[in-house]
């Protein structure tokens, strides 16, 4: 005879995936097949949903209302906060709606209205009036569309590894604003790369061209031309 199991106990048990899925989105580094065994640190973890919690397990998903997820300096906000399981009852893949906040206390910042954490890539992904900025190299991309690889610092910190953008891309650095329909960031070697209608305006003045490589620790720039667009450069005269 099946054992049965009481309703609450199940319920537990997702609650305990729930909790260990939000902290992995947190973690150092997550490959695919090593989920189970993430290490998600000693640092203690509180998950609030204010407005409840709705489990579905025909979906396999559970989703939790008005949510906010904090551990060490990271935390995570949205007004819902969903998980999947796959067939094998392992968590697949974690998603946020609406009002989406993610945060590193004085690293970076992100947001947009929609979250997808894919666990089989460890990436990422904002879509909807996404942004995100490195707080300490005071850098900013803007796009319709943004995936960020996060790590951790020497001193433990959650920082941005890398970032690519999508669409109606803009970014800003303390020396350069542009604009692209493509871009990536490189936050270690704090390199640039944008293509697609790109404009770099610096004080000296305005840089059109087909792809730009952008070094954001100098301020200095490279554009290249497309074959039938050249480089364009507008100058912007010292009043002195």
């Not at 580094?29 to 609030?48: E, H, R």
């Amino acid at each position: 005879m099946a054992k049965k199991i009481h309703p609450h106990h199940k319920m537990d048990k997702l609650m305990k995936n729930i909790v260990f899925v939000l902290a992995a989105i947190f973690s150092v580094s997550l490959n695919a097949g090593s989920f189970g065994k993430q290490d998600t640190g000693s640092d203690p973890i509180t998950v609030d949903a204010d407005s409840g919690l709705k489990c579905d397990q025909n979906k396999k998903k559970c989703t939790a209302f008005n949510a906010i997820v904090k551990q060490s300096d990271k935390n995570l906000r949205a007004k819902t906060v969903s998980v999947f399981f796959n067939n094998a009852d392992d968590i697949d893949r974690v998603t946020a709606k609406t009002a989406v906040k993610l945060s590193s206390a004085g690293r970076f910042r992100a947001s947009g209205d929609h979250l997808n954490f894919d666990l089989t890539k460890g990436n990422a992904v904002l879509t909807g009036h996404a942004m995100a900025e490195d707080l300490e190299r005071k850098q900013r991309i803007k796009a319709n569309k943004i995936v960020l690889q996060l790590k951790k610092d020497k001193f433990g910190k959650t920082q941005i590894d890398w970032a690519e953008a999508f669409k109606n891309v803009d970014v800003k650095t303390p020396k350069t604003v542009a604009s692209s329909q493509y871009g990536k960031h490189n936050g270690a070697k704090e390199e640039g790369c944008l293509k697609g209608n790109v404009r770099l305006t610096q004080k000296s003045g305005q840089l059109n061209g087909k792809e730009a490589i952008m070094n954001l620790r100098t301020g200095k720039n490279k554009i290249i031309s497309g074959k039938k667009r050249p480089v364009r450069i507008l100058l912007t005269p010292s009043k002195s």
